[in-house]
Nanobody
C-alpha cells in the first residue's frame, strides 16, 4: 500500500523552529517531486514548498522564503521541511504530496498523485 506519513508537527512559539518529515512506505520517493502544503481551518490548501526529483530544485512560497528549507534523503525515502523563524499561525495542517518528477510552476494540488494525512502546526505564545 502506497502511503505518505507526515510527522514533526506541534506547538511552537513565534520565532521558534520545527522540522516536519514526510516518509514514504510502499514505494520509493526517488522519482517523485515532493510538495508541502498547508491548510488553515476554513481556507484552501496552499502550496508552501516543493523539491524536484531530477535535480533537487527547490521552490518556496513568498511567505516562507528565507525561513523554510526543504530537503530530501532518498535513501530514507523521506523529505524534510525545516521551518525557522516561525510566525504566529494555526492551527494549520501541513500535508506532503508526491507527484511527477519536477515541481510545477504554480503550486497546484491536482499536480500530485499521493497525499499524506497531515500533521498539525500551531505557532503561538
Amino acid at each position: 500500500q502506497l502511503q505518505l506519513v507526515e510527522s514533526g508537527g506541534g506547538l511552537v512559539q513565534p520565532g521558534g523552529s520545527l522540522r516536519l518529515s514526510c516518509a514514504a512506505s510502499g514505494f520509493t520517493l526517488d522519482y517523485y517531486a515532493i510538495g508541502w502544503f498547508r491548510q488553515a481551518p476554513g481556507k484552501e490548501r496552499e502550496g508552501v514548498s516543493c523539491i524536484s526529483s531530477s535535480d533537487e530544485s527547490t521552490y518556496y512560497a513568498d511567505s516562507v522564503k528565507g525561513r523554510f528549507t526543504i530537503s530530501r534523503d532518498n535513501a530514507k525515502s523521506t523529505v524534510y521541511l525545516q521551518m525557522n523563524s516561525q510566525k504566529p499561525e494555526g492551527p494549520d495542517v501541513y500535508y506532503c504530496a508526491a507527484g511527477p518528477p519536477y515541481c510545477p510552476l504554480v503550486a497546484a494540488t491536482d499536480w500530485y498523485d499521493y497525499w499524506g494525512q497531515g500533521t498539525q502546526v500551531t505557532v503561538s505564545s
